[in-house]
Every structure is written in structure tokens, then in C-alpha cells.
């Protein structure tokens, strides 16, 4: 969903360093392909808004239903005022499903277009051969280029492994040198990049218990970060030694 959001970054990476930019520009068709991602990235913004805005809404429903619930309790102290507020909550609550329903509908419609979206996004993404981890595979190419590893032994994929009777999923591995890293689009707290940090030092295990070598190098590719997590982030990949690859830094809305 937020591939988008890695381009930024590798924007950033064409301007300032050539041979990076000489490494991706076979893979992204210039700037006929970015303008094309722009538009994507644009359109998803829009979505994601019209969804939020939507789901606003559906808070204040609830509200009012609570609202109409405390009112059914405080017409128990008369018979005669029951039956009175009854009858107009029952008309109240019928013009709620009906917004309820109406908020559904816009929701179905919009979750269709996000539907077609990603399928379009998905389709040009094939056309161009880059996905998410695509972008990171390539990237990590050009670190081990420039270090001198030859592109025969340069092999960056997706793998499983089955490790204690469990798939372990591998988004980034590369067998000589040994590399093993995750990819996601969007890391929101602490706790998950915690988790993330976790899954790679678990995944380097399996890796070096399967090819009895050491990982020489672990990778965390995340596409957006809070810039509340981003610090924290910064400071757990260096501490586990780990080399971390972000795309845009978000400010978490107060």
C-alpha cells in the first residue's frame, strides 16, 4: 500500500548518488513510470482520507446510539413517558440504520475503488517488475555491488525455510554472501518495530542453523515510519547491528 512511500527515498537516492541512479534506472523506465507511481500514490492519499472521513462518521453514530441508549433507561421512571420516548427513539434508531446503511453503501463503493486500485497497481507493477520488496532487493544489490561482491553471487529473493515443523518466510535472502531482512510498509508503534527487530534476529537464527554460516549482514526495509518511532527505530537496528533502509519520515498526528 505504500510503495509510494519508498519512491520518495529512492527519488532522494537518484539526485545524489549517480551510481545508484545508473544501478535503478533500468528497472524504473524514467520518468514515464515515477509520474505514473505519483499518480497512484495520489489517488490511494485521496482514498485513504475519504475512508477516514468516513470512519469519523461512523464514531459519531455510535455516539448518538449511545446517546439514545441513556435515554431508553431514564423513560423507565414513567409508563406513559416510556411508550412516548419509545416510539421516538424507535424513529430515531430507524434513521440511524438508515444512515448506518447509507455509510455502508459509501464504504462498499469505496473499498471497491481501493479494490481496483490495488489490482491496477498490482498489474503495473508486473509490467514494470517492481514491488516493494523489489525496490529493497535492488537497493541491497548496490550495497553489495559497491562492495564488491560480483552479481553472480548477487542473488536477492523472497525464500521459506522450514525451521522446528514452521514455514519461516524470508522477504529478503541472499545465499553467498549470507543476507536474510524484512520488508513492510508501515511500522506504527514501538512495540511493532520491536517485533520486526525480533523477526529478523529470529530469522538470521534459522539461516545460520540451516546453512551453517554466519549472516553477514541483516537488512530492515520500512517504507513509512512515525517520527516517534523513527528514533527508537534508528537506535534498536544499530544496537542489533542491522542495516535500516526507510522511506518517507511521518509526523503522527497529535
Known amino acids: 500500500m505504500s510503495e509510494?512511500?519508498?519512491e520518495d527515498q529512492f527519488l532522494e537516492l537518484l539526485k545524489?548518488?549517480?551510481?545508484?541512479?545508473?544501478?535503478v534506472a533500468s528497472y524504473l523506465g524514467y520518468n514515464e513510470i515515477l509520474r505514473k507511481l505519483s499518480e497512484h500514490d495520489e489517488k490511494f492519499n485521496s482514498i485513504?482520507?475519504?475512508?477516514?472521513?468516513?470512519?469519523?462518521?461512523q464514531n459519531k453514530l455510535w455516539e448518538n446510539q449511545n446517546k439514545l441508549w441513556e435515554e431508553v433507561r431514564a423513560l423507565?421512571?414513567?409508563?406513559?413517558?416510556?411508550?412516548?420516548?419509545?416510539?421516538?427513539?424507535?424513529?430515531?434508531q430507524n434513521r440511524?440504520?438508515?444512515?448506518?446503511?447509507?455509510?455502508?453503501?459509501?464504504?462498499?463503493r469505496?473499498?471497491?475503488?481501493?479494490?481496483?486500485?490495488?489490482?491496477?497497481?498490482?498489474?503495473?507493477?508486473?509490467?514494470v517488475g517492481r514491488t516493494l520488496e523489489d525496490y529493497t532487493a535492488a537497493f541491497v544489490r548496490v550495497i553489495l555491488e559497491d562492495k564488491g561482491y560480483s552479481k553472480e553471487k548477487v542473488n536477492i529473493r523472497k525464500t521459506t525455510i522450514i525451521h522446528d515443523n514452521k514455514i519461516v518466510e524470508i522477504d529478503i535472502f541472499n545465499e553467498d554472501p549470507l543476507i536474510v531482512g524484512?520488508?513492510?510498509?508501515?511500522?506504527?508503534?514501538?512495540?511493532?518495530?520491536?517485533?520486526?527487530?525480533?523477526?529478523?534476529l529470529y530469522d538470521k537464527e534459522v539461516v545460520e542453523r540451516k546453512f551453517k554460516r554466519k549472516v553477514e549482514m541483516k537488512i530492515l526495509a520500512v517504507a513509512n515510519v512515525p517520527s516517534n518511532v523513527l528514533e527508537e527505530l534508528k537506535k534498536l537496528t544499530e544496537d542489533n547491528e542491522i542495516t535500516f533502509i526507510f522511506g518517507r519520515e511521518l509526523v503522527q498526528e497529535i
Do not use: H, M
Not at 48 to 56: F, G, H, P, T
Not at 182 to 200: F, P
Open 110 to 127: 469505496l473499498w471497491k475503488e481501493v479494490k481496483y486500485l490495488r489490482a491496477e497497481v498490482d498489474s503495473f507493477g508486473k509490467a
Open 4 to 6: 509510494a512511500s519508498l
Open 48 to 57: 485513504l482520507e475519504e475512508i477516514k472521513l468516513l470512519r469519523e462518521d
Open 16 to 23: 545524489k548518488n549517480e551510481k545508484f541512479r545508473l544501478a
Open 182 to 200: 524484512e520488508v513492510t510498509t508501515y511500522l506504527d508503534t514501538v512495540e511493532q518495530a520491536k517485533e520486526e527487530i525480533n523477526k529478523i
Open 76 to 92: 423507565r421512571e414513567g409508563q406513559k413517558r416510556l411508550w412516548e420516548e419509545v416510539k421516538a427513539l424507535r424513529e430515531e
Open 96 to 108: 440511524l440504520w438508515e444512515g448506518q446503511n447509507r455509510l455502508w453503501e459509501s464504504q462498499n
